[in-house]
Every structure is written in structure tokens, then in C-alpha cells.
């Protein structure tokens, strides 16, 4: 560990002590308290009024089961969780993830991070994150609907549109908001906007199914034209074949960059010609099928059985959007050999520290996920706004606006990098700025 400051060490040792069995969640609060050192020695109310020792514990965490019946008639039990990490700048906000890797230390990591990553958004959204267990795979349509129902059975005494507002993470999309939504409904008897990333028939907004992998490439853009560099002509890597990798794909694409592989969390395709989304969008969220079969779309194309092997595919540029720790030392070691100038995260915490420190030691670009995936839960913010003067807004209007937040975003992170003597370091200026808006609130807030 870098970190000097005896406060925030104190801090760091009395939460790995409580929350040793939370690897994730001490991963994702070291890589930001490392950052707040210079911010923390030139303010002394941080350690006077103990902000960061606060901010690293949730507001609140609730744990729940979850009964449903399979097709066969069977009872099922999951665990769900909502972790209401700090609402001192707005209700909690922040997605729901289901996959059987979920436990506490994920959804902690993911609730801690959507606190930074939503003050960037300038927008008035506090940090939340939950999830579940329960594997979509493989499911029917029917079990999945009685899960989210027995999930939103217990999870509405906790959320509401003023309260805490869940939206979609892995496992959860249209589909399931669907689901959570009309439960929701059903128990209060409230049409409100309680949950984002809804269809466009009931209080959705245009531009939210595209927002995380365009935002990702709108801040990647500016990323690179402020580094004198440019997607065209690029070839791009991108992991993960759902919502947020689609639409980067489409993104980058209209950018003039060429994604030659993308991923499931079975294996890799490698398209030198250039994979087209709408094939990826067609075999993901029509089909719910494995990407493999991108080979009966495109039979000259190359399927690989294995995803990590995905950053061995020599590229200019790299977008992870599949899931946490997906870039170790040795797949950034090889991305960095093979001539990659810049790596923008759009899955959380997709790069290791080992992977970031093996960034910043080659020079490459970095963005750092809180700062380049946050278009997706700036557009639900969008989203709540619509809901709440009853209009939609158009899909340019959105796109745009989503634009100019992301690169608002780019310039708010470099900025602060640069302040506090640091300047190109986006992941240390994202911390810091992110930090700076909740830690005002709070202290004027009191205790
Ligand atoms: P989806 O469920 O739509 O897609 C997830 C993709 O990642 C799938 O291709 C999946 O493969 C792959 N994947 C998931 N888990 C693993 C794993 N353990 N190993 C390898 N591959 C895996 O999720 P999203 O696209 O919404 O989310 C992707 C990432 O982006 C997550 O980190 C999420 O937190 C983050 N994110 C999402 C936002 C959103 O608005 N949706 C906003 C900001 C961040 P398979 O189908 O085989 O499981
Ligand atoms: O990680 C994230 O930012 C999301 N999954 C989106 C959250 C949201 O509330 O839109």
C-alpha cells in the first residue's frame, strides 16, 4: 500500500479488521482513500470531523430471502440485498445485479463506488447498489417474473422515487424492470418512478438503453482528443457482450473505431472485419443464445473457448465491459505489449490494482470505470427528471445531453488531477473530484 496519511490508514486498517471476509469492498475503498491523501492534508476538517470514516460505512444494509417456485414446482430461496450506501446529495440510486457471484462484499464495492461515480454526474443522485444471487441463466420467462416479484415483495418497504431508486446492472434489463416495476405497482398502488432504465411505454427514457456504452465513448473521446489521439482507424477490444458492451460497440463504430473481439463469460469472437452490434444485439437480447454463435452470422470470424484470453488480441484500444477484476497483471502486461495506447473501463472495477499500476508504469491512457461508465446512471438521473414533470424528452435531447455530461465529467477529473498535482492522472482526479461534492454535503449536513 501507497498510503502515507496516518488518518486514513487508521481508517483503512479498521475496515479491513471489520470486513476481512469483503475483498472486493476493501479493493474499491483503498484504490479511493490512496487518492484522497493530498486532499485529505490540505483540509484538516476531513480528519476533524471524521468524513472518511464515515463515508466508508453504509447508511444502511438490508439482507433478504427470496422464495419463488420453478417451473417444476419446486421452492426456490435466493438472497437479496440493498445495500443504501449515502444519500447526502440525493436518494440513493444506483442498479441491481443478478448473478450467482453476488455477495455482500460485491454489492458493497459496487453501492461504495455509485457514491463517487454519481456525485460526478453533477446530478442530485446519492449511491446505492443491490442484487441477488439468483441466476437468470437458463431461466423461463415465467421464473423469472415470480423471482422479481418475490424480490420487489420485500425490496418496496425499502426504496420509493424520493427514498432510493434502483435501475439495471448484470442480469438485470428491460425484462426484469418490467417485472419489478408492475410488482412495485401492484403492492403500493403507486405509478411512480421508482426504478429507471423502464420501457419507453411506461415512464422510460429514450437513450437510456444506449447511455453506459455511448457515454463510455463520448468520455473515451475526449479522453484521447485531449491526448492528441482519436478512435479512427483504431482496432478496439471490448469484453462482455450485454448492454453497456453493445452499445460501446455501436459507439465507437460510428467514431471510426473497428471492434475486431468481444466476450461471454464462456469465450471470445474475433472478427478482423469489424463486428457489427446489431449481430450481437440479435444473438444477446433477442435470442438470449452464447456469442459463439456470432459464427452462424459471420462464418469467417474465430471463436475462442476461454474469455480472459480476450485481451491477448492485440488492440489499440480496450473497453472491459463484462465484470470486476477482469484485467489482472499479466492480460494488462500483454494489452501493453501489443502497442494498446488506452484502456476506459466500462464494467466496475474491471482492472485489478496490479493492472492499473502496470497502466500508469507504461504511460497509457486510463479511465477509470466511476468516471467512464457513469453515462448510464446519469441518464437514469435523466430519467427521474422526465418522470418528474411528466414529459419525455427526445432521443437527441438525451443523446446530447448525455454527451455534454460526459464530457463534463473528463474535464471535472483532469482538473482536479491537475490541482492537486497530479495532471493526466484521471483515475486519482476522479476519485478526488467525485469525494469533494458528497464530503461538502456532509459537512454541512452535521453529524
Ligand atoms: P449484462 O448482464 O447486460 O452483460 C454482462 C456481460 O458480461 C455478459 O456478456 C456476461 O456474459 C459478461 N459477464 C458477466 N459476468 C461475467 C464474469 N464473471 N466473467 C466473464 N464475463 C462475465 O450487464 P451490463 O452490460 O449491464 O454490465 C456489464 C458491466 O457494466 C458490469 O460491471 C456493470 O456493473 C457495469 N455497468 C453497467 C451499467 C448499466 O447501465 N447496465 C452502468 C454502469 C456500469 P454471460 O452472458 O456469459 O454471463
Ligand atoms: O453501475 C451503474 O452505474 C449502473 N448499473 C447503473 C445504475 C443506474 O441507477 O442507472
Not at 433478504?64 to 440485498?81: A, E, L
Not at 435501475?167 to 403492492?187: H, N, P, S, T
Not at 443523446?399 to 482538473?415: N, P, R, S, T, V
Amino acid at each position: 500500500m501507497s498510503m502515507k496519511n496516518a488518518y486514513l490508514l487508521s481508517v483503512m486498517d479498521n475496515l479491513k479488521a471489520k470486513n476481512a471476509h469483503e475483498p472486493e469492498f476493501l479493493q474499491a475503498v483503498e484504490e479511493v482513500l490512496e487518492s484522497l491523501e493530498p486532499v485529505v492534508e490540505a483540509d484538516p476538517r476531513y480528519e476533524r470531523l471524521n468524513v472518511i470514516g464515515r463515508m466508508v460505512e453504509p447508511e444502511r444494509v438490508v439482507m433478504f430471502r427470496i422464495p419463488w417456485v420453478d417451473d417444476s414446482g419446486k421452492v426456490q430461496v435466493n438472497r437479496g440485498y440493498r445495500v443504501q450506501f449515502n444519500s447526502a446529495i440525493g436518494p440513493y440510486k444506483g442498479g441491481l445485479r443478478l448473478h450467482p457471484s453476488v455477495n455482500l462484499s460485491v454489492i458493497k464495492f459496487l453501492g461504495f463506488e455509485q457514491v463517487f461515480k454519481n456525485s460526478l454526474t453533477t446530478l442530485p443522485m446519492g449511491g446505492g447498489k443491490g442484487g441477488s444471487d439468483f441466476d437468470p441463466k437458463g431461466k423461463s420467462d415465467g421464473e423469472v417474473m415470480r423471482f422479481c416479484q418475490s424480490f420487489m415483495t420485500e425490496l418496496q418497504r425499502h426504496i420509493g422515487p424520493d427514498t432510493d431508486v434502483p435501475a439495471g446492472d448484470i442480469g438485470v434489463g428491460a425484462r426484469e424492470i418490467g417485472f419489478l416495476f408492475g410488482q412495485y405497482k401492484k403492492i403500493r398502488n403507486e405509478f411512480t418512478g421508482v426504478l429507471t432504465g423502464k420501457g419507453l411505454s411506461y415512464g422510460g427514457s429514450l437513450a437510456r438503453t444506449e447511455a453506459t456504452g455511448f457515454g463510455l465513448c463520448y468520455f473515451a473521446d475526449a479522453q484521447l482528443r485531449d491526448n492528441g489521439q482519436s478512435f479512427a482507424g483504431r482496432r478496439v477490444v471490448i469484453s462482455g457482450s450485454g448492454n453497456v458492451a453493445i452499445y460501446a460497440n455501436q459507439k465507437c463504430t460510428q467514431l471510426g473505431g473497428r471492434v475486431v473481439a468481444m466476450s461471454d463469460s464462456n469465450g471470445y469472437i474475433v472478427d478482423e472485419n469489424g463486428i457489427d452490434y446489431k449481430v450481437i444485439q440479435e444473438i444477446k437480447e433477442v435470442k438470449r443464445e452464447r456469442i459463439r454463435t456470432y459464427l452462424d452470422y459471420v462464418p469467417s470470424a474465430k471463436y475462442v473457448e476461454g474469455c480472459s484470453g480476450i485481451w491477448t488480441v492485440p488492440c489499440d484500444i480496450a473497453m472491459p465491459c463484462a465484470t470486476q477484476n477482469e484485467i489482472g497483471e499479466v492480460s494488462a502486461k500483454t494489452l501493453i505489449a501489443n502497442g494498446c495506447i488506452g484502456v476506459f473501463e466500462g464494467a466496475n472495477m474491471p482492472s485489478t490494482p496490479a493492472a492499473i499500476a502496470a497502466y500508469q508504469a507504461a504511460g497509457i491512457l486510463f479511465s477509470p470505470a466511476k468516471a467512464s461508465n457513469a453515462g448510464g446512471v446519469a441518464t437514469s438521473g435523466l430519467e427521474m427528471s422526465q418522470n418528474s414533470e411528466r414529459l419525455s424528452w427526445t432521443f437527441e435531447e438525451v443523446d446530447a445531453k448525455l454527451k455534454g455530461i460526459m464530457e463534463g465529467i473528463y474535464a471535472a477529473c483532469a482538473a482536479a488531477a491537475e490541482k492537486y498535482g497530479m495532471k493526466g492522472n484521471i483515475q486519482a482526479g476522479a476519485n478526488i473530484a467525485g469525494f469533494l461534492k458528497v464530503a461538502d454535503a456532509m459537512l454541512w449536513q452535521g453529524i
